[in-house]
């Protein structure tokens, strides 16, 4: 008899760094320094404390959901349960859709990155696109827990060249190691610590906004947490920790070695051979150092897409058990394993591998709208966790008794979170609003509408409602022995 529970084998060492995996990748890595060549050493430090302060927010509702209703593909279930069975809908199959075209680009960025090499020049960039889906498919096929010893490794490298350079960092900037110290002279040049004012700390905010992305993938491994209750809030807690502290520590680091001014931070052309991490190392004296870099970039990007690989199939998999997929997206072999929707997502992704090498122009634009979506989940994860506490109050229910873990300073969180997420959403028009750019303003619209659309057509086809809090239904969810 087919098993109807996904083996719950996620550690809480692996749900904390599939997290870290989801979002520390090129965006850390490669668009760093042209962050700070744009707003300068401070301007660049306000906005990524500012998005952490949001981010934290919002991690702290998605695990009080979490531990609440731990269920895999969580964010479709969250928004059906407690906002509407159409919200839910839409949530789900435009974050399937999001995430398998971010997975496909990370598989293009990796073998892109390959071509740094010239000993794998021979293959083309094509065969290299199948061979890392290949090995990413196989990885989350056999179980749940070699997805998650791999992500688990993927990660530590990540991680591990951070602290390195974190360290040696520090140490160059007292001068401990690679001649004179640098100390904070980079912070007070010319126009530094704030160049070029609101408007370049505008537009850091939104590329910061978007590195953080891939942080609420750990909502959507709570299905497979092998005790929801004890590590998800752990997970989170650690997760928001590590991942500011990589991104403030880099971001100071970088700001501090590198003047602003310097031409090679803003990279253009994305190569590794200018990443202020490559650039900082090879100050210190590190030979190889833009090979290193490439081969922890390499790391980086597999990464994100294995995490890309797992949340797409498990959100198929939670629509299905919602009935808003075909039943047999629904299905576990003999493994205990969602592998037709893990099929049917590795068939989108060659679809989309197959048009990026058509026409590359298109997809970088449609991926660009499609960062719009994420900022489109994080609030509705939002405002469904507002709308439980509503209904618990509501319900005259006991918060304590009801909810394992409780997101601290609640409504105050959900008032960021959805504030941020609103001035994000502008912001990143701000300036094609003032110019009239009505092209990059239809883009900037288009996926919002997209998301409307959805909703309302579900709604129409399938007469759903918004859920009544006095009628929300309020039973935990009870894990299977």
């Given amino acids: 008899m ?12 692996h749900i904390s760094m599939i997290a870290i995996g989801g979002s520390i990748g090129t965006g850390l890595f490669m668009a760093s320094g042209a962050i700070v060549s744009q707003a300068g050493p401070g301007g660049a430090l306000v906005a990524y404390i500012l998005i952490g302060i949001m981010i934290y927010f919002l991690m702290t509702s998605l695990g009080e959901l979490a531990t609440f209703y731990p269920v895999s593909g969580s964010f479709s279930a969250y928004a059906g349960r407690f906002i509407d069975p159409a919200a839910g809908f839409t949530v789900g199959w435009l974050y399937w859709i999001i995430w398998s075209l971010v997975a496909s680009i990370d598989i293009i960025t990796a073998a892109k990155v390959l071509s740094y090499w010239q000993i794998f020049g021979g293959i083309s960039s094509f065969v290299w696109c199948l061979i890392f889906l290949v090995l990413l498919f196989l990885l989350n096929a056999f179980s749940v827990k070699s997805f998650g010893e791999a992500e688990y490794w993927f990660s530590f490298i990540k991680v591990a060249t951070i602290i390195i350079f974190l360290i040696a960092g520090l140490l160059m900037i007292f001068g ?14 010319k126009e530094a610590p704030f ?21 609420e993938v750990v909502a959507v491994t709570a299905g497979e947490s092998d005790n929801p209750k004890e590590s998800m809030p752990k997970a989170i807690k650690q997760v928001f920790w590590r991942i500011l502290f990589f991104y403030i520590g880099s971001i100071f680091i970088i700001g501090a070695i590198l003047p602003y001014t310097d031409p090679r931070l803003l990279n253009d052309a994305s190569d590794v051979a200018m990443s202020p991490f490559t650039l900082v190392f090879e100050k210190l004296g590190v030979l190889f150092a833009a090979s290193i870099m490439n081969a922890v970039i390499l790391t980086a990007v597999l990464s994100a897409g294995n995490s890309g690989l797992y949340a797409t199939s498990r959100l198929l998999y939670s629509l299905s058990q919602e009935k808003q997929a075909p039943a047999f997206l629904g299905r576990l072999n003999k493994r205990n394993m969602p592998f037709n929707a ?22 970088a634009k449609l991926l660009n709208m499609l960062g719009t979506l994420v900022l489109i989940v994080w609030v509705i994860s939002s405002i469904s966790q507002l709308r439980l506490r509503r209904a618990i109050k509501k ?21 960021i979170v959805i504030a941020a997420i609103i001035f994000l959403l502008i912001g990143q028009s701000y300036s094609d609003i003032v110019e009239l750019n009505w092209s990059k303003l239809t883009e900037s619209v288009l996926p919002i509408l997209l998301a409307a659309a959805a909703y309302i057509i579900y709604k129409l086809l ?20």
């Fill in 195 to 215: 160049v070029n004012g609101i408007t370049g700390l505008l537009g850091v905010l939104v590329v910061a906004g978007f590195s953080f992305g891939g942080t």
């Fill in 342 to 363: 893990l099929l049917l997502t590795t068939v989108l992704i060659i679809l989309s591998i197959i048009y990026a090498h058509i026409n590359m122009g298109g997809y």
């Fill in 176 to 189: 401990i190691v690679g001649g004179d110290p640098v100390g904070l002279s980079n912070f007070s040049i």
């Fill in 2 to 13: 087919e098993k109807k529970e996904m083996d719950r084998e996620l550690k809480t060492r």
């Fill in 395 to 415: 319900q005259n229910k006991n918060v304590n008794e009801l909810l394992t873990y409780k997101a601290p300073l609640f409504p105050l969180g959900n008032i």
């Fill in 462 to 481: 399938h007469h759903t409602r918004i859920v009544k809090l006095d009628e929300m239904d309020l039973s935990k969810y009870h894990i299977k022995d």
